[in-house]
């Protein structure tokens, strides 16, 4: 095909659509584990799984510990599909004191608000995905601060990244 056949499948909304595809997984799963073991559990459980797979994902970022933040910065960004389009990066601070990510927009929060689901829950559930930026730059050797979206705040999560003590 070429770039100008209308038929050509439109890569950036397919991506979208599969990270929102992703959120009602999460969603379904927490369903699934709350019927089986209770609200605390599940959430414990979930969170774990995500952080799980984040600190499989910050293997990678290691060689910028212990402050190459400048690095840390591009490499992270670079890693996330279509950064600009799915999470809107807006680096706030990024010195040899630390580096500040506030994420503008989430494909997983909008497909959760999309899907009429009630703030609590959103807040929940980002709360739970969130955990992947913990184990991310955690596994990296940084310290990480994850303030993920609550009810009223613009954009998503806030990402404070320092130096491990």
Known sequence: MS????TAPDHKALMVASIKGRAMVYKAML???RESLGEEQAIALMRGAIERRGREIGKQF????PGD????????IA????AALTVDPDVRKCDADGLEIKF???PLKTA????GL???EVETLCAIAGCVDTGTFTEAGFAIDVETWKQGEEGCCRLVITRAP
């Open 104 to 106: 503008r927009r989430c």
């Open 3 to 6: 770039a100008t056949d209308k």
């Open 79 to 82: 890693y996330i599909p279509d």
């Open 112 to 115: 959760w608000i999309d899907a």
């Open 118 to 120: 009630p703030d609590p």
């Open 69 to 76: 933040f400048a690095g840390l910065r591009d490499a992270f």
């Open 31 to 33: 369903d699934e584990l």
């Open 62 to 65: 290691q060689t910028f510990a």
